[in-house]
């Protein structure tokens, strides 16, 4: 109890929120290399899952070497880039930490694109096609709406690992809000681990929140509303 | 305290040392056997003051040598850090480990308040006092000095003609700096650069304890001076500067053993200062580029040393 207090003093005093190694800056870090990450995951990820739904070709191959992005630690990923980074000039801490990041996040972006695209009803598809619907329209105006909830649940889970896992950044050096966890643990200051641990889990959580809502937002209306008895929606 | 941060390397290194006593265990029964022949003389148990490699070189060379003088030796090399290998030493788990001056006499010296300082002898004296109180005994300390060393690349060293800590003062406001994570509230580090030598560099980049993330900012030019430890393998193998310490910042670290005089008899006193004698910092950089690169096994390493010194004659 005595280190929850110690740990909201922390919080209170100015000097561990300014300046440019305070909260403010090493969350505004934090939150740059992880969108930084996702996006470049989804960059990948999205049109890669939607071709795939699309077509239904090639999807053991591609989910299998994405996810071998899963399968490698992060933490191996940032020691293999780091000998090449600062060979080409890319310098320290950012770099490594993308790339392990993004590694990171296109697995699970990927899967649930082409999984939501794939498990859209074929009759569906084929109902578009008899309306005359090109490939393009259907992807557009069906597949993409339809897909839509499960490529956001894609980004939640994608972002909330990435947002966790940002915070190896400041083992090779960088910034972010793992600096006050391993720093912390070089001067065995268990007050500003605490912290630096509950700055990250706090981070995350609302992550997990933010994408909870446009989740919300994103699903259709037919498919959010409770199936009524008798209206036969689910056969 | 910093010494106990470099077993951070991992469970690895535990683990292998782990292996190492194991198999040593075993042979020790035929040690054991052995000096039966001879005239029997009583169990040592050697330890470390904590698992890295050059103290484990050194631990091999102390059970060594007492076991080729008809010792019965056990060894207990995979000890985490000071703060568990101090309590042992006084408990009686372990009878003799070999410690760095300025570090043993900043732990056992926290509560008289007693600091280390750059003086081999000064920091030795104040160890007796407060060792002898607890019935134990440092014993003579060798040259070879492990402290912090403040590092440039032979380009930056030649590049703006550094040699000397101090040449640093007048052009630190161009120069990135980069050391452990806790460099900016130690002594040694930040603020005693700026309190002694009045080093203010134009950044900080926090790195690993002289491992390899350093060895790789400082050899990539993401920082121009690096905080490495005086007996690291790297600096020869890299090329890399060591800068006189002119106004004597860092704590004098020389490699010294301490045991317990009720388990470590006069004999085996004389048998550890000898190996003491021998050390050196060069001799024991080099030892420790045999196991940290070439990968050999820290008691073939001491064996091989020994022998070339006539040690085990």
Redesign the interface.
């Known amino acids: 109890m005595e280190l929850l207090s110690q740990v909201f003093d922390w919080f209170l005093a100015p000097e561990n929120l300014n300046g440019p190694s305070g909260v403010v800056a090493r969350l505004v870090e934090h939150m740059q290399i992880s969108a930084l990450a996702v996006c470049l995951g989804a960059l990948v990820g999205l049109p890669l899952g939607l071709v795939i739904g699309h077509t239904r070709k090639g999807e053991f191959v591609v989910a299998s070497v994405a996810n071998l992005g899963r399968a490698i630690p992060s933490f191996a990923i940032l020691a293999i880039a780091?000998?090449f980074t600062?060979?080409a000039g890319l310098?320290?801490g950012f770099w490594p930490t993308v790339l392990a990041l993004w590694l990171l996040a296109i697995p699970p972006i990927l899967t649930n694109t082409y999984v939501g695209v794939q498990v859209i009803d074929p009759d569906t598809i084929e109902a578009a096609k008899g309306m005359g619907m090109s490939e393009g329209q259907i992807l557009r105006k069906i597949e993409v709406p339809l897909a839509a909830p499960l490529i956001v649940v894609g980004f939640r889970t994608a972002a909330v690992q990435v947002v966790a896992t940002a915070t190896l950044a400041?083992?090779?050096?960088w910034g972010g809000l793992g600096?006050f966890i391993?720093?912390g643990?070089?001067?065995r200051d268990s007050v500003q681990i605490t912290a630096g641990a509950l700055l990250v889990a706090a981070l995350a959580v609302s992550t997990e929140l933010l994408f909870g809502s446009i989740q919300k937002i994103v699903t259709p209306k037919m498919l959010s509303a409770p199936v009524q008895p008798g209206q036969g929606a689910a056969t | 305290m910093r010494r106990t941060?470099r077993t951070f390397l991992g469970a690895a290194v535990i683990a292998l040392s782990l292996v190492l006593s194991a198999c040593q265990s075993g042979g020790d029964d035929n040690a054991g056997d052995d000096s039966g022949k001879k005239e029997s003389k009583g169990t040592i148990t050697v330890g470390v003051s904590a698992a890295f490699a050059e103290n484990q070189i050194v631990a091999e060379m102390y059970a060594q040598v007492l076991e080729h003088h008809g010792y019965t030796v056990k060894k207990q090399l995979s000890i985490d850090s000071r703060e568990i290998s101090q309590p042992s030493l006084e408990k009686g788990e372990i009878d003799v480990k070999p410690e760095y001056l300025g570090s043993l006499l900043t732990f056992v010296g926290k509560d008289s308040g007693a600091t280390a300082s750059s003086d081999a002898d000064k920091n030795a004296e104040a160890i007796d006092k407060i060792l002898e109180a607890k019935g134990l005994k440092l014993l003579d300390h060798s040259e070879a000095n492990d402290t912090n060393a403040i590092v440039v690349t032979r380009k930056t060293a030649d590049a703006k003609k550094l040699a000397k800590v101090s040449d640093l003062t007048s052009i630190a406001g161009q120069l990135t700096f980069?050391g452990?994570?806790?460099c900016p509230?130690r002594p040694f580090c930040i603020p005693g650069l700026k309190e002694k030598y009045g080093i203010e560099f134009k950044s900080f980049?926090?790195?690993d304890v002289g491992g390899p993330?350093t060895v790789?900012?400082l050899?990539?030019d993401?920082v121009d001076v690096a905080l490495l430890f005086s007996t690291s393998s790297v600096i020869s193998k890299k090329g890399f500067v060591v800068l006189e310490d002119d106004k004597a910042l860092q704590t004098a670290e020389n490699i010294a053993p301490v045991c317990n005089p009720k388990k470590v008899d006069e004999e085996a006193q004389q048998l550890l200062n000898d190996v003491s004698e021998k050390l050196t910092t060069s001799n024991i950089t080099a030892l420790n580029a045999e196991v940290e690169i070439d990968k050999k096994d820290p008691a073939d390493v001491a064996k091989a040393f020994l022998e070339k010194e006539g040690l085990l004659d």
Request: proline share 13%.
């Open positions: 780091l000998p600062i060979r310098g320290l400041a083992l090779v050096a600096r391993i720093d643990f070089a001067i | 941060r980069g452990p994570p806790e509230s980049k926090p790195l993330l790789a900012a050899e990539g993401e």
